[in-house]
């Protein structure tokens, strides 16, 4: 459907009355009627997707193609941590709600960026290993003067919306013997603040909980697997899911299935979406004896908002085996496919399908591939499956499989225009060699639990160019009728930053390699580009305050891909400065430049042990470091690279692992590393400094290298 002619009459309402004059009247608190209308105030941008179908289209058109060249820095905002900056900020009511990682909440003037007050939940730093994806916050809700936050050690917090005072906190989790996190932004449907939860990779079972938004009570709770089989199941839509599973591993261990991002609702239908994550463990040979759909994993499920009680679901990976989650952006839009005006809900999930549902029946309309992938060569239209090629099978054998965990597309989110009618989707080729561990284990809170082997990755710089080659970027401008892309802009890296369209024809994106771009929405075409000083990963915004229109953007690197994949991701060569940049027609404001140096290798210790010892090293640092250090001690840049120790961090380096400096991000390792494994590990370490100092012998250090411990 095209709603060009009502957006345009919106937006010269919007313009002609003022969003100013709507502030100044103090409107009533945020509520369900004001979410529904969020078009009749197209300056604000009162919840995370904007409006309840989570489109991230702004109607607003005073920044356009036609005058993008002016568009300039109004003003920008140092956040705490430089760590996953991945949160989309909230305007409402003349207020400007941000969060960084560990969960720190800011209240801004939008106008100016000036600090309103802050909420720093203070969640422990040790809590790190907690997550497999770096310590993140999506953003808040705002309802009835309140700001709701999920902190990643799964607190549930009502702040009051003037004071940033605590109104109430949740605790969210129901079992912390388990690694459970929150990362994603909080909808509240109908009094309700829906939140889901983290940690599939570490062994939990999933669920999404809804709490009262006046007092925090839990009203519901779906799970999003099933639990022990001698108990009764909680529901009918657990005992039909108990029949996809077999085995003991999946509830001891905890199926997975967490539903950590993605939630749209459908007032009319009043139907609430939630998108679910992969398996634990992945292998699903391991997980369920190597059959079975695994219900709900990697699915769309349609819940009652009132109650939680399930009404469909659509699998769109039966019995993921890849960390195919399906917790990307679920957008709702109205579409008119063969003739038929049609209510759909359209995801574009990790594994490389554009899906188009109906979204009050379920019904699967299409599906396509909008980025190349080898697991499965189609969605059989008649069954609703995909057809698996033998090439994704990793049961038995290692294989080489696109995409790979961090998916064709993954959190940050993508945006749909209904003026264009496309869909504008990061994403990514990302393939990953995956090779079963068969013997694996549960190992406890705090550990990985893929029954996988550690990603492998070459230590010789030369091996590694043609692997860092085969990731690649780019923004789809995708036609979810046609199933086809109408226009692609590629880039050298993956992970670049979530889309935002606007009645301007024009989408706004960051980069991986440190910029914030706007192109022609409707042809593509770069119209305007300017420096973020780092990769850029968020999804923007738009808003008007006293008739000038804003684009703001969460600047700052982090996550999966720097963390988990180190030295593959360091061809988006940016340092991690977490920023709030807000730019507007004729704005003047500088850019601080970049503060950090870049680091001086400190002349490595001399290695003690033998051949054999660094090997125990390598494995033990690539089983217990590599994830966020990155694999073979390359970090991705946002985690400290080891090989960069100094000295004095030689010195007490069995201090740091046994948590010395925990409160400060390094969370101890005791439980599962003893003193000789340690020593190993700094041998390791030890070894690949020397490579390094040898690699930079031979080849000068470039600015943009790693940062310093
Ligand atoms: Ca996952």
Not at 124 to 133: A, E, P, Q, Y
Not at 173 to 186: E, F, L, M, N
Not at 366 to 381: F, I, L, R
């Amino acid at each position: 459907m095209r709603h060009q002619a009502w957006v345009v009459l919106l937006a010269a309402a919007a313009s002609a009355c003022s969003i100013g004059a709507a502030i100044a009247a103090a409107p009533k608190p945020v509520d369900a009627a004001r979410i529904q209308a969020a078009d009749a105030e197209p300056g604000s941008w009162m919840s995370t997707g904007r409006t309840y179908g989570e489109q991230r289209f702004s109607p607003l058109t005073q920044v356009n193609v036609d005058n993008i060249g002016k568009l300039g820095l109004a003003w920008s905002y140092r956040l705490d941590v430089d760590r996953a900056t991945e949160g989309t900020p909230i305007v409402v009511d003349g207020v400007m709600y941000v969060t960084s990682a560990f969960s720190i909440v800011t209240a801004l003037d939008p106008r100016s960026g000036k600090q309103l007050w802050k909420y720093d939940p203070k969640v422990s730093r040790d809590r790190d290993r907690d997550g497999c994806c770096d310590v993140a916050n999506r953003g808040v809700a705002v309802w009835q003067g309140k700001v709701y936050v999920g902190a990643y050690d799964g607190r549930l917090i009502a702040l009051d919306a003037k004071s940033g005072k605590k109104v109430w906190i949740t605790d969210t989790v129901i079992d912390h013997d388990r690694s459970y996190t929150i990362t994603g932004a909080p909808r509240v449907v109908k009094g309700k603040v829906i939140i889901g939860n983290g940690g599939a990779e570490l062994g939990v079972r999933g669920y999404v909980s809804a709490f009262d938004a006046g007092s925090g009570k839990l009203v519901w709770r779906f799970y999003t697997v099933p639990g022990d089989p001698s108990k009764p199941p909680e529901n009918k839509a657990m005992e039909m899911a108990q029949k996809t599973w077999f085995g003991d591993t999946y509830w001891k261990q905890g199926g997975g299935g967490t539903p950590w991002d993605s939630f749209a609702y459908d007032a009319d239908l009043d139907l609430l979406y939630v998108g679910t994550g992969n398996g634990s463990m992945w292998n699903r040979g391991v997980r369920s004896e190597d059959h079975g759909d695994n219900l709900f994993l990697s699915s769309i499920v349609a819940l009652k908002p009132d109650t939680g009680e399930y009404v469909w679901h659509y699998q769109t990976t039966p019995g993921d085996s890849w960390d195919y989650t399906a917790t990307q952006s679920i957008i709702l839009a109205d579409l008119s496919i063969n003739g038929t005006q049609r209510k759909v809900l359209m995801q574009a999930p990790k594994n490389a399908f554009f899906y188009v549902i109906d979204r009050k029946t379920g019904e699967l309309l299409s599906a396509e591939k909008y980025s190349p992938a080898n697991w499965a060569s189609k969605v059989d239209m008649k069954t609703g499956r995909p057809v698996e090629s033998a090439d994704a099978d990793w049961s038995k054998k290692a294989q080489l499989v696109l995409p790979g965990p961090i998916g064709a597309h993954n959190w940050q989110p993508m945006s749909f225009s209904p003026q264009t009618g496309l869909v504008y989707i990061p994403s990514q080729e990302a393939p990953a060699l995956y090779a079963p561990n068969p013997e694996a284990k549960y190992g406890g809170k705090g550990t990985w639990n893929l029954g996988m082997q550690p990603i492998a990755l070459p230590e010789d710089p030369k091996a590694l160019k043609p692997i860092q080659d085969s990731y690649k970027g780019h923004l789809i401008a995708w036609d979810p009728v046609a199933q086809r892309a109408v226009w692609t802009q590629d880039y050298a890296s993956a992970w670049n930053g979530g889309t935002l369209a606007t009645a301007g024809n024009l989408v706004f994106q960051g980069t991986a390699d440190g910029r914030f771009v706007a192109y022609a929405a409707d042809k593509g075409g770069k119209l305007w580009e300017t420096p973020a000083n780092t990769g850029v990963m968020a999804g923007p915004i738009s808003y008007e305050i006293n008739g000038e229109q804003y684009v703001t953007v969460l600047a700052g690197w982090g996550g999966a891909y720097p963390l988990a994949l180190g030295a593959i991701s360091t061809t988006a060569k940016v340092k991690p400065e977490a920023r709030v940049l807000t730019y507007k027609l004729g704005g003047q404001a500088k850019l601080p430049p970049p503060d950090r140096k870049p680091a001086v290798l400190p002349e490595p210790p001399v290695l003690t042990a033998n051949a054999a010892t660094v090997d125990v090293g390598r494995n033990l640092f690539n089983a217990h470091c590599g994830m966020c250090h990155g694999p073979n001690a390359m970090s991705g840049g946002v985690i400290p690279d080891l090989r960069y120790l100094t000295p004095q961090k030689h010195a007490m380096f069995a201090g740091i692992v046994a948590g010395a400096r925990a409160q400060r991000g390094m969370p101890g390792f005791s439980d599962v590393l003893k003193p000789a494994d340690v020593d190993a590990i700094h041998q390791y370490l030890i070894k690949r400094a020397q490579d390094l100092k040898a690699e930079l012998a031979a080849v000068p250090p470039v600015a943009g290298g790693p940062s310093a411990p």
